[in-house]
């Protein structure tokens, strides 16, 4: 059962684990709760004399009145400590401890996360952890989002729903990020899983509005359906209505990203019916006057995306509208907005009445100026994540850094997203973020022009940040005002903020940005680069420097085979690693596979381009304890 | 405002310089050319106006974004390329999609398209594809030019489709008909993917009877 030579997690290298055995072992020590021996909240357990290996306090001798042996004893008290464990970090470390642990751990764990998917097979999975109720995938990587990868290439739900069909008859949750779901995969969830609660989809594809209909018409508990990002075709069924008319326990509804128009009254219907309904994002088919009649349906909502935020075409110009500003003061609890999709300006102003207690809003589909945030933003003075288009420009950024002093995460989109405009948003905005909004956690920003001074400002005054992700949208582009490479702001970001694990660079850095990185960044997890660095030893000060590495995804840099070669120390300890249009040859990925057996390392070409010529136009390569997957396209090679 | 001062230059000249304005090609030029910018900016500079009179605004633009151009050195190693580079910006295609669908509908005056005119379309989502012209049988027929042209990214795409065979074949190509009994999926390409396969469509004419 436990292969003694498998890839350890980061989770769980040596020192890491010594702490935590210290600490079982005072667990140990104290005396169990009363009920722990004697209750037996797991129908299945049983109590038997003989023991299997274990390699606690173990004795061979059976006493005469068929008392439980010491293992089971100290079996039965760990699976009920260990039932309070939720840390995943912790459940891998406890599980390392010995025989008894990790099979105590897996019978007392109920959340499955695989990081990725061909990490290990559903088989495996399914055989060591047989008490799951939920269960997180993950799929492709990060960059096959901006078309760096050619469709088909995996990360298929289907091997993972057959098996969880066979054994986990209790699922309730499934949570899949960038994986591949079929129609079929939708139905056989819906069909074995009878206390099936909640299915979230983020940016997954593969299904369409028959799949949703089987979900929504077979899965009677359902209490969440969130579709977020994914690509749902239309099979032109009108999903919405085969959720039951006798009503429903939906407690979250997430559908903007379904391109789709919904019959609206088989919505209005499924609201009046789900009084238990607190989050609900509407696609941008709903016009303003039908998400007027959805307010008035659920007063309750916490989260709500508005759909497109402007009127019906049949809406006359004299027509006096609903009162939207009253359906928004009726709606109390709303915490949270997004939505926005086809905003007609004029009638943001109707939002006011939550924005005193908004914690969330997301205006990043709505292309608003300067002039109309700031009386909105204005009010907001509990928002602690805010996403919006740089249409509002600097202006709209010194509005949010003025009145936002809870901010904990902003993200700034491009409205366009070209590399050869002027661009509404620069270090005027990020200089001014920094300064009103010291308590900043996280930060996404697009923008054409920067300079280091800014981000260093940024470094100092926001020292709560543990993501930070800046793309200067110009390849290549230096600090405007110094012409300086960027290496001093990224710098002065992984040397001052020091509980930053996540980090995107851009512009014009060479090396000497990574040897920061490797010097400073000792907690960075996932590292983004592109278009950046001089040589291979930018790649190997980030190699050699960071052990927390776990995730990173580099393209058009000049990082070769030598660089390649200089993580061998850590690769087993990394989920995945990227590399697109740098200088990799076949030799040395091939170097690569042949060091690490338990490394899957894939070489993807570009369709047009299936040859195998030296070079190598996208390394992906991950630890995985099955070796190369079976479902492998063809313009896939696993070395 | 310093730095305006700094760069404060006659507008006689406008000529791509390398290296920063005031140096003489220093080392601080020598830096920024390293890895210049290969793209050249899109000349909306329009830096040979006779604007004496131009307003502060103006002024200050201009002089940044002829900051920006000194700062942008051509790398004799890379030819300046104006085409936009696959996966670059990193936003999201849905994103993307659902802004150009903003844009082109905010572009068009009063008339509101259902899903845009659809000038930049991902793989499967041809509920949104409206554009063609009608054919003597009433139906939609797709469009002769059948060129898709992403309004933010300026690549070109083609409508393809997946007959019966599992070829993939360019759509409008075969008879309508033919097209309609065959086609399993559809798919928006790019231009450079679809090359080769036009030639097919003969083949699939003469051979098949599809009725």
């Not at chain 1, 009253?326 to 300006?345: D, H, N, Q, T, Y």
């Amino acid at each position: 059962m436990i292969t003694n030579k498998k890839p350890r997690s980061s989770d769980t290298d040596s020192i890491y684990m010594k702490d935590d055995r210290t600490e079982m072992s005072e667990d140990d020590d104290r005396s169990p709760s009363p009920n722990s021996i004697t209750h037996d909240s797991r129908p299945t357990r049983t109590y038997t004399t003989g023991s299997g290996p274990g390699t606690g306090p173990g004795s061979s001798s059976v006493p005469e009145y068929l008392a439980p042996c010491p293992d089971q004893v100290l079996e039965n008290v760990l699976e009920n400590v260990l039932l309070f464990l939720t840390s995943r970090k912790d459940r891998n470390a406890a599980s390392l401890v010995c025989r008894s642990w990790y099979r105590v751990e897996a019978l007392t764990r109920s959340d499955l996360f695989i990081g990725n998917c061909y990490a290990v097979s559903p088989k495996r999975a399914t055989s060591r952890f047989t008490r799951i109720r939920s269960v997180t995938l993950k799929g492709r990587p990060r960059f096959a989002d901006f078309n760096l990868m050619p469709p088909n290439w995996g990360a298929h739900l289907a091997p993972w729903v057959s098996a969880m069909a066979l054994t986990y008859p209790w699922l309730e949750k499934v949570h899949l990020k960038r994986m591949s779901v079929t129609d079929d995969d939708l139905a056989l969830l819906a069909e074995s899983f009878s206390g099936f609660k909640e299915l979230v989809l983020v940016c997954c594809d593969g299904f369409g509005t028959s799949g949703l209909a089987i979900v929504a018409s077979r899965c009677r508990q359902l209490k969440v359906l969130d579709l977020i990002e994914s690509e749902v075709s239309d099979d032109d069924v009108d999903w919405i209505s085969y959720f039951p008319d006798t009503g429903t326990c939906l407690e979250s509804l997430i559908f903007d990203c379904v391109e789709c128009p919904i019959d609206f009254d088989a919505l209005e219907r499924l609201v009046a019916n789900s009084p238990s309904l607190k989050k609900l994002r509407l696609n941008r088919h709903v016009s303003m006057g039908q998400l007027h009649r959805l307010m008035a349906q659920a007063p309750r909502l916490t989260h709500l995306g508005t759909g497109s935020f402007s009127p019906s075409e049949d809406v006359g110009q004299g027509e006096q509208g609903p009162d939207y500003v009253s359906a928004f003061a009726a709606c109390k609890s709303i915490v949270c907005l997004s939505g926005f999709r086809e905003i007609i300006p004029d009638y943001l102003p109707a939002i006011n009445p939550v924005c005193a207690n908004l914690t969330s809003l997301n205006f990043s589909y709505a292309n608003v100026s300067a002039e109309h945030l700031k009386p909105i933003i204005s009010n907001c003075h509990k928002l602690q994540i805010f996403w919006v288009l740089d249409s509002i420009c600097d202006e709209g950024l010194q509005a949010v850094a003025a009145t936002c002093k809870e901010l904990r995460e902003l993200r700034v989109f491009p409205f366009e997203a070209r590399e050869d405009i002027e661009g509404p948003v620069s270090e005027v905005g990020l200089q001014a973020v920094s300064e009103g909004c010291r308590k900043l956690q996280s930060i996404l920003y697009f923008c054409q022009r920067m300079t280091n001074a800014a981000v260093v400002a940024m470094s100092k005054n926001c020292p709560d940040l543990v993501v930070f992700r800046l793309c200067i949208m110009g390849r290549h582009r230096p600090d405007h005002v110094t012409g300086e490479p960027m290496d001093e702001g990224f710098g002065a970001i992984v040397m001052n903020c020091k509980k930053l694990t996540r980090l995107a660079v851009s512009g014009l850095l060479t090396d000497r940005a990574f040897a920061y990185i490797g010097k400073y960044g000792k907690i960075v997890r996932t590292l983004s680069v592109a278009f950046a660095g001089d040589s291979d030893m930018g790649l190997k000060y980030v190699l050699e420097g960071c052990p927390r590495l776990q995730k990173l995804e580099i393209r058009d840099s000049p990082f070769g085979d030598a660089a390649l070669l200089s993580g061998l120390h850590h690769y087993y300890n990394m989920r995945f690693l990227w590399m697109s249009a740098c200088n990799l040859s076949n030799q040395g990925c091939q170097q690569i596979a042949q060091a690490l057996p338990r490394l899957v390392v894939e070489v993807i070409k570009h369709e047009d381009n299936l040859d195998m010529d030296e070079n190598v136009d996208t390394l992906y390569m991950y630890r995985s304890l099955e070796g190369p997957r079976d479902d492998v396209p063809r313009f896939v090679s696993i070395l | 405002m310093e730095v305006v001062k700094e760069t404060k230059m006659g507008f006689e000249e406008t000529e791509l310089r390398l290296g920063l304005p005031g140096n003489s090609g220093g080392g601080e030029g020598e830096m920024a050319r390293k890895r210049g910018f290969s793209e050249t900016v899109d000349l909306k500079l329009n830096l040979s106006s006779k604007e004496s009179g131009a307003d502060p605004n103006n002024l200050e633009k201009i002089n940044s974004l002829q900051r920006e151009k000194n700062l942008l050195a051509t790398d004799p190693a890379k030819p300046p390329a104006k085409a936009q580079v696959v996966g670059w910006p990193p936003v999201r295609s849905f994103r993307k999609n659902m802004l150009a669908v903003q844009k082109s509908s905010t572009d068009q005056e009063g008339e509101k398209l259902p899903g845009g005119n659809a000038t930049f379309v991902k793989g499967k989502m041809f509920s949104s594809f409206t554009i063609g012209n009608c054919g003597s049988h009433g139906l939609k027929d797709f469009l002769n030019e059948s060129k898709l042209v992403d309004l933010l990214n300026g690549t070109d795409y083609v409508p393809t489709y997946e007959d019966k065979d599992g070829d993939w074949m360019l759509v409008g190509d075969v008879p309508w008909d033919m097209f309609a009994e065959s086609c399993k999926r559809l798919r928006i390409m790019k231009g450079k993917e679809a090359t080769g396969l036009a030639p097919r469509a003969m083949e699939k004419c003469k051979n098949r009877s599809y009725k």
